[in-house]
């Protein structure tokens, strides 16, 4: 297998071989595995291990492991512990997709702060497996059925060719010691119903079936890309842009030779999932309407009308200054006194505390909102900043702002106020950190 993973990361990822790479380990027989191959490759890695508090001593143990590997090996390992359940009553949310988001934030902070080019995860080609059947029977489209993208931004999975048996075969041949999680024996989530039962009854009924899914993934991801760009191409002829309206001409769509199809590429990205009562507004009387959980389409006589959900005018929350976390649906603020400031990042800001005069608001945009973009030497509108960061209407609508009174601190997420920014003569500093909903 070794001789197969260097052969394959030379032909898909050649970049890791000259690359400063993180490789995110649990302990567990997956993530070992990579480590092993990607130290024996010579590649230039540290670790990253997330603790999410959610098996008690044996999550403790598993970080024991962890960190006394990577002391024998002589490998830099950055720990991170996570109040996991916590987090997802917060976010209104399960656990797992809980700590997906947890992790993969500081995973994200940790190679920005640290200069890792590259982040490593060990998902295989079983993994895909299970996560195709997962949508397929929550009727995903074309999009959920290419499974788990080998490239993600700087997120890399090197492994997504190689099965569970290659892998623990590798293990045993190398004496590669791991842990394993009580969990995954349980059948209380359904990708451990699929991968106990669902799959080794697919595999004994046509041997194949893993490797032969790698193919037909590979069928429908070319597929999916030649979509996109017609996709594309069909936004840019349908949805026509005005403020904070997107409108779509009837006439344009019906003329179409699958209008229906059409509705589908340019509205996916706005959370419907009524997409019959949304091709019926072809043929609806004027004044029908549909709604997503964040957006609203409009028949108006000879168009529809999208528009956001979100009442720019009436997001507002509080934040005193005796609480140090505020949450809400911009997710978690938290505030800390430190003497010193560390790497910074779109998650996390400091601030000059004699500046700031609480209680602060978190809202949403208005029309007329202006701030001094961090490093910048004037001010610019938001509208002109949104613009340039080229985000979309949804994006738009879903970025925070933290103000005092009327002024901007924080564009949440992405720039700071250089209004409020830490100089030499700061006696007092205030660090603001983001947990994404």
Known sequence: MLEAFKQYSAQHFPFLFSSKVLITVSGGLDSMVLFHLCKTLRFDVSVAHCNFRLRGDESEADTQFVTSYCENQNISLYKKYFD???????????????????????????????????????HHLNDDVETFLINLGRGSGLEGLTGIPAINGKVVRPLLTFSRKQIKEYAQLHNIVWREDSSNASDKYLRNQLRHHAVPALQNAQPN??????????????????????????????????????????????????????????????????????????????????????????????????????????????????????????????????????????????????????????????????????????????????????????????????????TIIWVIGMRADDRFKVTKSTQSIIKLSWYDA
């Open 84 to 122: 996991t359940t916590a987090y997802a009553k917060i976010a209104k949310t399960s656990t797992q997709i809980a700590a997906r988001k947890l992790r993969y934030q500081w995973f994200y902070e940790l190679s920005e702060a640290k200069g890792f080019e590259y982040i490593l995860t060990a």
């Open 209 to 406: 079936f893993v490797k032969g899914y790698e193919n037909t993934k590979a069928h429908l991801q070319q597929t999916s890309d030649l979509l996109s760009v017609y996709t594309q191409q069909l936004k840019q002829e349908y949805l026509i842009a005005e403020d904070n309206v997107l409108s779509i001409k009837l006439e344009r769509i019906q003329r179409h030779p699958a209008p229906n199809a059409v509705l589908y590429a340019i509205l996916n990205d706005y959370n419907f999932t009524a997409w019959e009562d949304i091709y019926d507004l072809l043929s609806a009387q004027s004044g029908k309407q549909v709604f997503s959980s964040t957006h609203k389409i409009l028949k108006d006589r000879d168009v529809l009308l999208l528009t956001s959900l979100i009442n720019l005018d009436h997001e507002l929350f509080t934040w005193e200054s005796k609480e140090n976390e505020v949450t809400g649906p911009f997710g978690m603020l938290v505030k800390e006194r430190i003497n010193s400031i560390k790497n910074s990042s779109q998650k996390e800001i400091y601030i000059d505390s004699a500046l700031v005069k609480f209680p602060l608001t978190i809202r949403t945009r208005r029309e007329g909102d202006v701030f001094y973009p961090f490093g910048l030497s004037g001010k610019k509108k938001l509208s002109k900043y949104f613009k340039d960061e080229k985000l979309s209407l949804i994006a738009k609508d879903k970025t925070w702002l933290l103000c005092q009174g009327n």
